[in-house]
């Protein structure tokens, strides 16, 4: 069982920037792809961006360019750096952390979200 606990999170105006933190239980070097998921409200949690364990990294068509995610695999910490905010990047920011220990078998943990809102 992995814990994940996010912080970071809050009001900041459009424009500015802020960085999430995810702390991770273990060792992030048995986790196989950890990411940033977002939920605004009335909507659907969507992916925003991930990075796996070889540190190859992917994101969503809109953050792309503002947004970066790195991990620090001393600390077991993954972080998401996002500049250039926008009122629609408002939302619950969740930590999610992806074990495939076989093709049938693959451990989805997600930590309890920070909320970010970006002000117009």
């Known amino acids: 069982q992995v814990q994940l606990v996010e912080s970071g999170g809050g009001l900041v105006q459009a424009g500015g920037s802020l960085r999430l933190s995810c702390a991770a239980s273990e060792t992030i070097f048995s986790i196989d792809r950890m990411g940033w998921y977002r939920q605004a409200p009335g909507k659907q949690r969507e992916s925003v961006a991930d990075i796996t364990s070889g540190g190859s990294t992917n994101y969503a068509d809109p953050v792309k360019g503002r947004f970066t995610i790195s991990k620090d695999n001393a600390k077991n910490t993954v972080y998401l750096q996002m500049n250039s905010l926008k009122p629609e990047d408002t939302a619950v920011y969740y930590c999610?952390?992806?074990?495939?220990?076989?093709?049938?078998?693959?451990?989805?943990?997600w930590g309890q979200g920070t909320q970010v809102t970006v002000s117009s």
């Open positions: 999610n952390a992806l074990k495939q220990l076989s093709d049938r078998t693959i451990y989805n943990y």
